[in-house]
């Protein structure tokens, strides 16, 4: 029982710093503290709270009944609907410090608040006071004031409870007729609701108004637990339908086989039947974590809103159409109002880049050295976007910059990226800045890439039992090329090939006559879900290691399916595939030498 010693609080108080509240609340543990950024999808266990990112600092440390501080989230959407579940099932943190405000994490403490009457303390504190939280031992959360501790505090504080969901002042964003409608219950309860988080969320962005939005991509319909699908279905079940266009990202299951597949039951009825409680709502059953590559993809300039990491960067980036990272829930939220907040890279002069990142000279690059670019910035940018400078003469491909974006979007928390001289708005370095000067410049060297390549390439063995492909979903582009490299060739007997793509991509390939390839060398097609959802049996329970050249799946593999990883191109893939053993052998442009140019 905590004594009341106020002389014993002050000798031990390291600091005390106020911050801005994103939720309010009270709260008081022992500090889990990290530097580096937290991707709660794939890096937080949703029924246990144990961080299981391998690559973290964390890694193995329990985040239940902890302050959490963090600089920021990163990688997934999906992290908000992580936190749901911890919330909901009892293993959440008891209160979240970030060192700048932080919209996935904190979304799902909204939504646990709003619809589920749950919450917990959530406050940015800026880096400098951040940094200050490092040494200590306790954190004591009151309302956007964090105190730092060395030891316990024994005197008799306890924790209040939090402002409640409809406590909060009237929204200060213009609202048109149709939205105060909406607001007021007009249009039916799931729209109210909706509606309720949005501005909340508005409000936390520093939007003072909302935009028309053409199209939408959930991301939410991942099965993350029971309370992605008490979310779900509790708007479905009050009438709500999607007001605009709306596709639906990779699911937890291949829908139409996961009994054939051996899915338990337990696992494949839920997150099928939230997949339905979405198509319920009005969203087309696309089930692709790779949105455009569908025809519906958004042109330049259309206002959209999309989750998924790797499909907004892309949206961004690539398309040059305008969404922020959106996080699970609040996707469907919008699709459900037709409406955004206007902030960030919904505004053109927020499109910008800040921070400018100059290559070495590199050649002979292969389509291995995208995804390990995208995975090495994408730890340098945090959440600054980039203009990236060097491979003006490279060419890269749509799926050289599908790899790029998704390893990037993994591990940084930018919403898109711009490569001078390839990506639509960086026709020059000057363009993609905005006319500024960079806030800094980074130079990466050749040795800084071989440091992430050997994170990636972290498996010790070279047996290989399974060849994963497809993260993101595979392009049709992609399919010619493997069945082009399978053609004539034998798969080793004890080596599994799977890839997983959309089902409209897997039409195209079938018409196209490169399954048939596929199939005779032994590659197993998967549709609807991804590999960040698949685990066993659909992962062999025989294999130790796999392969891939997904430096997003490379990053989550060994947390998400507990196996050991080797990375290369798909070349390197294909040839393992057949040799049942990974060369190991670096690429030849990760190690010439340094005088070698750009080919």
Partial sequence: MLRSDPEHVARHLQATSSGRCLVPGSAQAACLHADM?????????????????????????????????IPSGRGSCTGSSVLLELILNGHAPAALVFAEAEEILTLGVLVAQQLFDRSLPVVS?????????????????????????????????????????????????????????????????????????????????????????????????????????????????????????????????????????????????????????????????????????????????????????????????????????????????IALTGRAPLVGCHLADQRHATLRIDLPPLHNLDDAFYPLLGYHLGLLCGSEIPVICGLEQASPTLDDLKAFGAAFATTSAAPMFHIAGVTPEASTVEAA?????????????????????????????????????????????????LAQLCEGRTKHAEVAVLVTCGREIQRQASEAGHLQALERFGVRIITDTCWCMIEEPVVPLTARTLMTNSGKYAHYAPGLVGRKVRFGSLANCIETACSGRASGRLPRWLAATDSDGVH
């Fill in 37 to 69: 950024g937290l991707s709660f999808w794939g890096g937080v266990d949703p029924f246990s709270g144990e961080v299981i990112d391998r690559h973290h600092p964390l890694s193995g440390q329990i985040i239940a009944g902890k302050v959490l501080a």
């Fill in 125 to 333: 504190v800026g880096q400098q006071a951040f940094g200050a939280l490092r040494d200590a031992r306790y954190l004591r959360i009151e309302n956007g004031e964090v105190h730092a501790f060395a030891e316990q505090p024994v005197d008799d504080w306890s924790a209040c409870e939090g402002t409640a969901a409809n406590d909060f002042p009237p929204s200060r964003i213009a609202l048109n007729q149709h939205d105060q409608a909406m607001l007021a219950g007009e249009q039916g309860k799931a729209t109210q609701a909706a509606m309720q988080i949005l501005l909340r969320m508005a409000e936390l962005q520093g939007a003072r108004e909302l935009v028309d939005i053409t199209q939408a991509h959930i991301d939410g319909c991942i099965y993350t637990g029971p309370a992605s699908l008490r979310f779900a279905r509790q708007l479905a079940d009050w009438g709500g339908r999607v007001k605009v266009p709306t596709t639906l990202n990779s699911i937890s299951v291949d829908q139409r086989r996961w009994r054939q597949l051996g899915v338990a039951a337990a696992f494949g009825e839920p997150a099928s039947q939230l997949a339905d409680a979405y198509v319920e709502m009005g969203a087309s059953a696309s089930f692709t974590c790779a949105p455009y590559l569908l025809d519906s993809a958004p042109k330049a300039g259309e206002q959209v809103v999309w989750a998924e990491s790797n499909a907004v960067v892309y949206a961004n980036s690539v398309l040059g159409a305008r969404t922020l990272k959106y996080p699970d829930f609040l996707d469907i939220c």
């Fill in 433 to 481: 800045l905005g006319g500024r000067a960079p806030d800094r410049t980074l130079r990466v060297e050749r040795a800084d890439l071989l440091g992430s390549w050997r994170e990636l390439d972290s498996g010790e063995s070279a047996d290989v039992e399974l060849i994963s492909l497809g993260n993101p979903h595979f392009s049709l582009s992609e399919f010619a090329r």
